[in-house]
């Protein structure tokens, strides 16, 4: 059995690779594959893995790369994810792709996909569009459009039929994964010190550009793995970490809160892994299937909106009492208007619940966390003098 160890270290080599060479290997194994590049936060990847084809996650340069075609196409008021993701396209690292997905973040990822097709013509480009009526006799009928429409285009593209039993077969591996990250992220909840947010946020990155069935394998050994690990427990606060949805932080970000005296219990990190909330039921129509999972069992966030307005923040609520949380860090990267703009309706929800919260924006290149782990580590001295007065 491989040691905890020695799956975090594979993990965290393909974190760093930014020629994405695990991808590369894939392709060259087999002629005639194709991978298909997507932006944070959600898409229907089983369409991408029922047409043979690889979806891999394109989350930007990180705090690895230096950003200077980039620069020349966004305004520096912009968040840096779109500049950092023009330049690893400009500089070759993402010339592997035959495709590039843009899901329904924001303007400034709209506005990304016509520049990527005006940058790379030979490469499919599409913006996936996802309903604001969550009723199914409109939402649901122009989200399976949408979804049928992908579907005939990966046909076109990989020049194979996408059969409905090829579609039923890749729902139910992605079940599969989507089952291993819900256990990992209730093992955390449970025992955090046994599950460090910072291994847990690469257990998830290595699944943005390995095969789903090896990112599962890899989740598997690794649950195996933490059973045997003697992890001390620590007097840490237990938090919600919430706004990293789509530029993700750099690492040494989520291990600055957790030096600081806090395990983080939930999270928002690549939602593309944990969208779906519930199994979608591998028999009928899968497309139909599919866009009523999206519609009634997805996850709550400032990308997606919201038709309840009652509803508003209640998802932060309950995961601070289904995980046992004493408090909730907003992390937004600088210039995210939807993780922004939402955050104030979010902290009303919480003040009105009487729960404690602080915030601090980030970008993904951040170097100096010495000020985060301050704010974090004072945070959570002081939820713990309010739990003892």
């Known amino acids: 059995m491989a040691k905890c160890e020695e799956i975090v270290a594979r993990c965290q080599a393909l974190f760093e690779d930014l020629d994405f060479q695990a991808v590369r290997d894939w392709k060259d194994a087999a002629p005639g594959r194709k991978a298909i590049g997507y932006m944070p936060i959600y898409v229907p990847r089983e369409i991408v893995h029922a047409a043979g084809m690889l979806p891999v996650g394109i989350l930007g340069g990180g705090d690895q790369i230096e950003v200077i075609h980039g620069d020349a196409y966004y305004q520096s008021y912009i968040c840096r994810i779109p500049r950092s993701t023009i330049e690893l396209g400009l500089s070759g690292r993402l010339d592997f792709l035959d495709g590039m997905m843009f899901p329904s973040i924001c303007d400034v990822i709209r506005n990304l996909s016509g520049m990527w097709q005006l940058m790379f013509p030979e490469v499919y480009v599409r913006y996936f569009d996802v309903p604001q009526n969550y009723a199914d006799s409109v939402g649901g009928v122009f989200y399976a459009n949408e979804l049928a429409a992908l579907r005939h285009d990966l046909e076109e593209l990989g020049g194979m039929e996408i059969t409905d039993e090829a579609l039923r077969r890749s729902i139910a591996i992605y079940n599969e994964n989507r089952q291993l990250v819900r256990r990992l992220y209730q093992l955390r909840a449970e025992a955090p010190w046994l599950v460090p ?19 599962s394998a890899l989740l598997r050994d690794y649950l195996a793995a933490i059973e045997l690990e003697d992890r001390p427990m620590r007097d840490n606060c237990r938090i919600v970490l919430t706004g990293v949805f789509c530029e993700q932080p750099p690492l040494p970000l989520v291990k600055s809160i957790e030096l600081s005296g806090c395990y983080v219990v939930d999270d928002d990190f690549l939602l593309v892994t944990r969208w779906l909330t519930d199994d979608v039921p591998s028999e009928g129509d899968p497309i139909q299937n599919l866009a009523a999972a999206f519609l009634h069992k997805s996850m709550s966030t400032a990308a997606k909106y919201e038709p309840d ?60 966390m010495q000020p985060i782990r301050e704010q974090a580590g004072t945070f959570a001295d002081s939820i713990k003098l309010w739990s003892e007065a």
């Open 309 to 368: 307005l009652h509803e508003k923040g209640q998802h932060l609520v309950r995961a601070v009492r289904e995980t046992g949380a004493e408090g909730v860090i907003f992390a937004a990267p600088s210039f995210c208007d939807p993780a922004l703009l939402d955050r104030p309706m979010l902290q009303r929800v919480l003040a009105d619940a009487g729960i404690p919260f602080i915030a601090f924006k980030y970008a993904e290149n951040s170097g100096q």
């Open 197 to 215: 947010a910072s291994e847990a946020y690469l257990l998830l990155r290595a699944g943005m550009v390995l095969p789903v069935e090896d990112h």
